[in-house]
Structures are given as C-alpha cells and as structure tokens.
C-alpha cells in the first residue's frame, strides 16, 4: 500500500488524460480549456502532495512519482493538440544538503597540578624564585595534601631564604612543621629557621631550633648540621 492515496478527482483526472477527452482539429473550444484546466488543477495537487521531501524512495513511491511524469506528459501532449500554452513544469523541491559540520576548535584542558610544582621546580632551579613561588602556591591550592604538597611548601621558604627575606620564609618553613608534621621535610625546614634567625642577629632563637632538630631528628642529615652550628653559639 502507499503511504498517500491518489485523491478520487486526480484519479479522475487520470482517466481524462488516458483516452476519455479526444481533443478536435481547431482552436481550443470554451469546454475543453476548462476541462484541460482542471486536469492542470489535479496534476499541480499531486504534486504538491508528493514532494521528493515526502518520498522516501520505497518502490511505491517510486513508481507514485513515475506515474505522476507519465501525468504530466500526457497533458503536455493534450495541450498542444488543443493549441493551449504549456503548463511550467512544477519543480520538484529538494532538500538542500546538510551544512557542512564545523569542529569546534579543541578546549585546551587546563594543566594537571602535578605540573605547576614541576614547573616550579625548575624555575627554582634555575633561581627564578618569584615565579617559582607563585606556581607552588598554585599548585597547593590545587592539590592541598598532594604528594609533593610538603616539598612545594618548602621550596616556598627556601626560594625567600634564597632571597635573604628570612622572616618570611620562617613562617613558610612553620607551615612545613605544623602542616606536615611527618614529612622528611620537617627535619631541614627547623634548621633553615634556625638559620634565618641567626642570619638576623637572634642567636638564642637559633640555638633552641638547632637543639629542637638534634633532639626530635637525629639521625637526620639536618641534625648534623644543627650540631656544628651549635658548637658556634
């Protein structure tokens, strides 16, 4: 069966186009104008009824539209023997082909904040200390108890120590100690407090921190360094 039935007039109208109207020598008569419009009527409805947009060229609807070009040249043929204008051929509307799809450009993805702390220790490396701070700080923003979260923290205060900004990096250094206290981090960052102290003028603070880190840590490379320093107070 067809998706659309043929509509009872343009049967109609195929019965006229097939042999009913024999057209006469002469011009065209009153009577057979109107009848020939009207065939014109139901072919353009047909038509319209049957864009290509509707056809989803399955076999019925293919031999639908074969018919309806069968139609529509037997009227031509009707119309020059009855001496009438042809009729301008309907067209056949087509989708237009889908737009070409265009990629969106590619979202840089944002970088893993493992990266910040290698980048940032290579700026430190390379004693470029400011920036080297700011990507340690970003990463422990992003990663607050990472795994290199200790180190970035001291890498902190040894790029203030570095830049001989002593108070400063003892409070970085504090935050190794209080915020992690396990680290093997812990062990250097007292002796660099010690150090920034005594780098001030305050030997007394120097002495308790170089004796902290000999008590609590000493088997630690830092205690070592700790006693030597003692032995100078």
């Not at 009848?35 to 293919?62: F, M, P, W, Y």
């Not at 082909?97 to 990629?103: E, H």
Request: with cysteine.
């Amino acid at each position: 069966m067809m998706r659309r039935s043929v509509p009872a007039l343009t049967v109609c109208a195929l019965l006229i186009l097939g042999g009913c109207i024999t057209p006469t020598g002469g011009g065209p008569s009153a009577k057979k104008t109107n009848e020939i419009d009207a065939i014109r009527r139901d072919v353009d409805t047909l038509k319209n009824q049957n864009r290509l947009d509707d056809l989803k060229g399955d076999s019925e609807n293919a031999a639908l539209r074969a018919e309806l070009e069968r139609v529509a040249a037997r009227l031509e043929r009707l119309e020059e023997k009855a001496g009438l204008p042809p009729t301008p051929a309907a067209p056949i509307q087509t989708p237009p082909p889908p737009a070409p799809s265009i990629a969106a450009p590619p979202v840089a993805a944002p970088p893993e904040p493992a990266g910040y702390y290698e980048e940032g220790k290579q700026l430190f490396d390379r004693e470029n200390y400011r920036e080297a701070v700011e990507l340690f700080q970003i990463y422990l923003r992003e990663e607050p108890k990472g795994t290199n979260a200790a180190a970035a923290q001291f890498y902190i205060g040894e790029s203030l120590y570095s830049e001989r900004r002593y108070e400063e990096a003892i409070l970085e250094y504090q935050k190794v100690v209080q915020g992690f206290p396990k680290s093997s981090q812990v062990p250097t960052s007292l002796l660099k407090q010690g150090l920034s102290f005594q780098a001030m003028g305050d030997g007394s603070s120097a002495k308790l921190l170089y004796q902290k880190v000999v008590n609590d840590h000493p088997k630690s490379y830092a205690a070592g360094v700790a006693k030597e320093r003692l032995k100078g107070l």
